[in-house]
């Protein structure tokens, strides 16, 4: 597997060795042990999700004020923008993101620590979407900054991939601004 650090030293892209022939291909997409060296941490995994929406649409920026949660994430089939933002209130590098694209050809994972929002758009026509968290999904808890927000500044490559708006969910419309972000 081949780490790499983000302009966030905590946000990793993940690549693992792909074995490949002519009958198609294999790939190891977790390793625990792996995963803990690359990280120099150890992380317990309980929950694993999978979703699947299509071109234009756009789930975040999310995260949970309680029971935060870290994400692996990949994407099985299509493409994907995949971003994080900081918003741990006491990190140099709060209220910054880093955006990293996640697709079925390049196979690579972006780990998302603990303390961030994470959120992302569908570049292809479908994209099966894969994430296992470090903590439950906590309704009570869950939060949404803005797709948008101004004082993050995220450049989302819509006009690149023919995408005029993106495809919001009620939730994610009526996200809050980061300055008004619950996290440490």
Not at 68 to 81: D, N, S, T, W
Not at 85 to 107: Q, Y
Not at 127 to 141: G, M, Q, R, S, V
């Amino acid at each position: 597997m081949k780490v790499s650090q983000t302009a966030i030293p905590d946000v990793l892209i993940i690549e693992p060795r792909v074995f490949g022939d002519a009958r198609g291909f294999f790939y190891e997409s977790f390793n625990q042990q792996a995963f803990d060296d690359a990280t120099g941490s150890h992380y317990t995994f309980v929950q694993d999700n999978h979703s699947r929406s299509s071109k234009g649409v756009l789930r975040g920026l999310h995260y949970q004020d309680e029971q935060p949660q870290g994400k692996l994430v990949r994407v099985a089939c299509g493409a994907v923008f995949d971003v994080a933002v900081d918003i741990r209130k006491s990190s140099p590098t709060f209220g910054k993101w880093v955006g990293v694209e996640l697709s079925e050809e390049n196979n690579r994972q972006l780990w998302v620590p603990p303390g961030f929002a994470h959120g992302f758009v569908v570049l292809s026509e479908t994209a099966d979407f894969l994430y296992k968290t470090t903590d439950y999904y906590a309704p009570a808890h869950e939060r949404c900054i803005v797709w948008n927000d101004p004082d993050i500044g995220i450049v989302w490559p819509l006009s690149q991939y023919g995408i005029a708006s993106p495809k919001l969910s009620a939730k994610d419309i009526q996200g809050k601004s980061l300055n008004k972000a619950k996290a440490d």
